[in-house]
């Protein structure tokens, strides 16, 4: 997946063209898990063709959500580890939705390490590059954080303009090519075992192995139309939910080493306190149990991130 990063803009140019960088923005709309986003590219040239990769196995429906122009072509190429779609121009613009893969982000101890490819792509060209001679002629490379997000550090290999300004981070730079970004950011310091106006009261702490878990919460009791929300550290899985006997389950990323689930009671029920049981599971085990909550205490579970 590292060509989600490495922009290869290819080019079959006429000989009446005068030679014509690109003029490109992307921007990366990061999402709350710090892993999945939303990318737009948009490519701005005068050559008469070009071209974006794709990985091989992925037809371009599959990959982009949109493209401008519509009107494209898919080739494979049988020596390369890409695909690519062509245009009859030389400016296009592109959106997907995917997920940085372990070869391009790194989480450990709480802090997320993004580095784009380092290796060769094709014709000596890597990185965020334009795989013609001149590269970008301008280029604007944008991250937009969630609010839950604080950027650490931030660097390029070659020159140019650097902004952070609350949770956008920018790079501008001219005339360039074959660029190389680390970016580093982690989830901003919070005291994971408050919520406002209640006592929180660690029942119990659990290690998993697997950082994606499914989480099920149900009244497995006498349903007396509790309704219940759960936070997991700094944010709410689920808001205003009535427990029934059925299980509603929930997927989540764990992204750090430490974390902690609460339940809220945002009522107290026929019959007090408020009861859920909570069912966690990481792929390989299955730990269940259940939390009581008043409104004026919230009972809570520590799960250890152990990959």
Wanted: proline fraction near 3%.
């Amino acid at each position: 997946m590292k060509q989600y990063i490495l922009l290869l803009v290819g080019l079959i140019a006429a000989v009446t063209i005068c030679a014509q960088g690109y003029k490109t923005d992307f921007i990366r709309y990061l999402h709350e898990d710090g892993i999945s986003y939303k990318d737009y590219t948009k490519v701005v040239s005068k050559r008469q063709n070009s071209w974006h990769y794709i990985e091989k196995g992925r037809t371009p429906d599959e990959v982009f959500s949109f493209t401008s122009p519509r009107d494209y072509d898919f080739q494979a190429l049988l020596d390369e580890k890409y695909n690519r779609i062509s245009f009859n121009s030389g400016s296009f613009s592109l959106i997907r939705e995917d997920q940085m893969t372990d070869e391009d982000l790194i989480i450990k101890d709480g802090l997320y390490i993004f580095q784009n490819d380092y290796l060769e792509s094709r014709d000596g060209y890597y990185g965020f590059c334009a795989a013609v001679p001149e590269g970008f002629e301008d280029v604007n490379y944008v991250w937009v954080f969630p609010e839950k997000f604080e950027v650490v550090d931030f660097e390029a290999n070659v020159n140019g303009v650097w902004k952070l300004i609350d949770n956008t981070l920018s790079f501008t730079a001219q005339e360039v090519n074959n660029i190389l970004f680390k970016i580093s950011y982690k989830i901003k310091e919070t005291k994971p075992l408050e919520i406002t106006g209640r006592d929180v009261v660690l029942k119990d702490t659990l290690d998993v192995t697997n950082r994606i878990i499914s989480i099920s919460i149900w009244d497995d009791s006498k349903v007396d139309n509790d309704i219940i929300s759960l936070k997991i550290n700094d944010e709410w899985l689920v808001k205003y939910l009535e427990a029934k006997q059925e299980k509603t389950t929930f997927k989540y990323v764990l992204t750090q080493p430490e974390n902690y689930i609460i339940l809220r009671a945002d009522n107290i029920g026929e019959i007090p306190p408020n009861t859920t049981a909570v069912e966690i599971n990481d792929g390989k085990n299955t730990y269940r149990a259940v939390l009581n909550s008043d409104l004026g205490m919230s009972e809570a579970i520590k799960v250890n991130l152990k990959e």
